[in-house]
């Protein structure tokens, strides 16, 4: 089973940047396809983004869309979300998720890591 560390989150201010990480192990990264999903206080869990093994296709939710982005590195094992003019709905507490397939849905997933804190203020 896949083992997935989430960094890079903190507190940044609206309309800032952040980088997020997810370093992954266990499997045969480079065929995996990656999900970010984010989950805000007394939310379910919600899809952000995806990016299939080459990073030849990625996909977003709508409510990020043209503010992140998705990218990997299969020879670091790493993959990235670039967030940028964040806003205050941002905030949440972030995950990554590795698959088969971009499914867009948390209820597929069973394996994730601790997650990392986003924190948008206005």
């Known amino acids: 089973q896949v083992q997935l560390v989430e960094s890079g989150g903190g507190l940044v201010q609206a309309g800032g940047s952040l980088r997020l990480s997810c370093a992954a192990s266990g499997r045969a990264f480079s065929s995996t396809v990656m999900e970010w999903f984010r989950q805000a206080p007394g939310k379910e869990r919600e899809f952000v983004g995806a990016?299939?093994?080459?990073?030849?296709?990625?996909k977003y939710a709508d409510s990020v869309k043209g503010r992140f982005t998705i990218s990997r590195d299969n020879a670091k094992n790493t993959v990235s979300l670039q967030m940028s003019s964040l806003k205050p709905e941002d905030t949440a507490v972030y995950y990554c998720?590795?698959?088969?397939?971009?499914?867009?849905?948390?209820?597929?997933?069973?394996?994730w890591g601790q997650g990392t804190q986003v924190t948008v203020s206005s």
């Open positions: 998720a590795a698959g088969q397939l971009i499914t867009t849905s948390p209820r597929l997933y069973d394996n």
């Open positions: 990016i299939n093994w080459s990073g030849s296709i990625t």
